[in-house]
């Protein structure tokens, strides 16, 4: 069984929205750090947005003012939602928790145990 699952991916034209989903067991859902990260083709994976438990979010520059990263607690799911895309935002998208406190940004890759299979975000200009 998969420990994360991502959903939401999609093709959208600049200036649109999608929302990404990462859906997690509980013990993570509870006690982890999530983030979201992305990877273009010929680039390397790079942070994007992080939440800890305690609700406190941090931002890559690049995005802050157009993507929320917020937790779902009811249904145990992290959420990506992304505004005023554009055609650099074009990617694969991956979720990813770790068990220690998500920490300065931006967080170290490394220390996340786990990641989704990532979901496709295209954005055309």
């Known amino acids: 069984q998969a420990q994360l699952a991502e959903s939401g991916g999609g093709s959208v034209q600049a200036g649109g929205s999608l929302r990404l989903s990462c859906t997690a067991t509980?013990?993570?859902?509870?006690?982890?750090?999530m983030g979201w990260f992305r990877q273009a083709p010929g680039k390397e994976r790079e942070a994007i947005a992080s939440?800890?438990?305690?609700?406190?979010?941090k931002y890559w520059d690049s995005v802050k003012g157009r993507f929320t990263i917020f937790r779902d607690n009811a249904k145990r799911t992290l959420h990506l939602q992304m505004d005023s895309l554009k055609p650099e935002d074009t990617a694969m998208y991956y979720c990813?928790?770790?068990?220690?406190?998500?920490?300065?940004?931006?967080?170290?890759?490394?220390?996340?145990?786990?990641w989704g299979q990532g979901t496709q975000v295209t954005v055309s200009s």
């Open positions: 990813a928790a770790r068990a220690v406190f998500c920490g300065s940004w931006p967080p170290d890759q490394k220390q996340f145990n786990y």
């Open positions: 939440v800890d438990t305690d609700g406190t979010t």
């Open positions: 509980a013990y993570i859902f509870s006690h982890y750090c």
